[in-house]
Nanobody, 127 residues
């Protein structure tokens, strides 16, 4: 049974940092991704990581500012978000997918490819 629970969201100012945590029980060897959805927009992928943590993906908009990591012993996936911008404001979701991924370019970026979802955590960046 896969169960995903996000935490760590909040209200911050531009330039601040936040670390999101996804408690990801039952994900085993699954790919885990972070998605976000801003008001009036579709759900978009932010970052993803494979089981070993050796392969990661970042959306162009967050590359160099966000870092995804995974602690399989704790069944936890993290998203460290630095230099936050107003446009990072969204509900952030953790998701797990059953497809295999072990090389560059292997990640699926469509939400339809992810089988399990958490309830989301709000991140608001405001001055």
């Amino acid at each position: 049974q896969v169960h995903l629970v996000e935490s760590g969201g909040g209200l911050v100012q531009p330039g601040d940092s936040l670390r999101l945590t996804c408690a990801a029980s039952g994900v085993g060897h699954y790919v885990v991704g972070w998605f976000r959805q801003a008001p009036g927009k579709g759900r978009e992928i932010v970052s993803a990581i494979n089981y070993s943590g050796g392969t990661t993906y970042y959306a162009t908009s967050v590359k160099g500012r966000f870092t995804i990591s995974r602690d399989n012993a704790k069944n936890t996936v993290y998203l460290q978000m630095n230099s936050l911008k107003l446009e990072d404001t969204a509900v952030y979701y953790c998701a797990a997918a059953t497809y295999s991924c072990s090389g560059s370019g292997c990640f699926e970026d469509s939400p339809d490819e992810y089988d399990y979802w958490g309830q989301g955590t709000q991140v608001t960046v405001s001055s």
